[in-house]
């Protein structure tokens, strides 16, 4: 029987940042975290690396909703895609005034 203590690989990322993001929402939420991996995960060809988010095992069902809920909607790439950049908008005001 494993430990409710032990920890678990969560999530794998190719970048602190998204890792790091990852740690902040699980903590606060009461699910301690922990990132893995950090030296290698930076270079490159000889030593590729992922960033291992870690939780404790009696934790993963929690951790899972969490990380299950920050994903983005579904079609959240079209809606961006149509959604008029700062230049867009910058031309029709200039073109108005």
């Given at each position: 029987m494993s430990d409710p203590l032990d920890?678990?690989?969560?999530v794998r990322y190719p970048d602190?940042?998204?890792?790091?993001?990852?740690?902040g929402d699980l903590e606060s939420q009461g699910v301690p975290a922990s990132i893995e991996g950090g030296l290698t995960a930076?270079?490159?060809a000889e030593a590729p690396g992922l960033l291992a988010v870690?939780?404790?095992?009696?934790?993963?069902?929690?951790?899972?909703?969490?990380l299950?809920?920050?994903?983005?909607?579904?079609?959240?790439?079209?809606?961006?895609?149509q959604t008029p950049s700062e230049d867009d908008l910058?031309?029709?005001?200039?073109?108005s005034a």
């Open positions: 920890t678990v690989v969560l602190e940042l998204s890792a790091l993001l990852l740690v930076g270079m490159r870690r939780v404790r095992q009696g934790d993963l069902t929690l951790a899972r909703q969490i299950e809920d920050r994903a983005p909607a579904e079609g959240w790439e079209d809606e961006a895609e910058d031309e029709k005001e200039s073109g």
